[in-house]
């Protein structure tokens, strides 16, 4: 009787702990609130979690461990991508913020992408991320998946919708601060890219 709210709070906290880790997905909400002007954090997880379905699609299909073979190419793909779209971001001009490779100015495209190309995702999904789903089916079948599933992306948008309205809310300080802003995203996520290659070298 109580497997679904269980399920569900179960899916909500692991999903929030992940949530409020730094990284580019974090980074991405901040820059694209405050170069648009607007909460666009809950688009952006809209793409965030269609790209995650997809990934739990492969792992329901089979291939959660065929995912992990390939775990230092991941890592250094997926690290590499990171370098170099902080690095354009450094490069962006002064009086503008606007990624010159994001010419998706589309922030549920853009949620997509900042997930399809951080590297911790596959090996996530298919470790604790595996073992979560396996847990809402040993309770409830399908439909525990899917419960906790859900519990997982409402954290997620909760959390990076909180950011996108903070940063909107309190633009009077960030606005004047934008190229800041981007020179320490675009020197963190290089950090965690270059960080993410090395991983994938060291565990080659």
Known sequence: MLEGPALFLLGFIV?????????????????????????TGHWI??????????????IL??????????????????GAALTLMGLLMIKTRENSIKIETSRLNSSLLGGIFYTAFNPTQ?????????????????????????????????ADLAYYSLVSHLICRYGKFFIPRQRQ??????????LLGACFTLNGLISS
Do not use: C
């Not at 997880?45 to 492969?58: K, N, V, Y």
């Not at 089979?62 to 793909?77: D, E, R, S, T, V």
């Open 61 to 78: 299909l089979g291939l959660g461990k065929a995912m992990l073979q390939y775990k230092p190419p991941i890592y250094i793909i997926g």
């Open 15 to 39: 999903g929030l702990s992940g949530a409020v880790i730094p990284g580019p997905l974090l980074a991405f909400v901040i820059f694209d609130a405050a170069r648009k002007h607007r909460v």
């Open 122 to 154: 596959p090996p996530w999904w298919t470790s604790a991320g595996l073992a979560l789903l396996l847990q809402g089916y040993e309770l409830m079948g399908n439909p525990g998946i899917v419960t906790v599933t859900a519990g997982h992306w409402l």
């Open 45 to 58: 997880i809209a793409g965030h979690a269609i790209w995650e379905a997809l990934i739990i699609l492969l």
């Open 181 to 190: 802003i981007t020179l320490i995203l675009g020197a963190f996520v290089i």
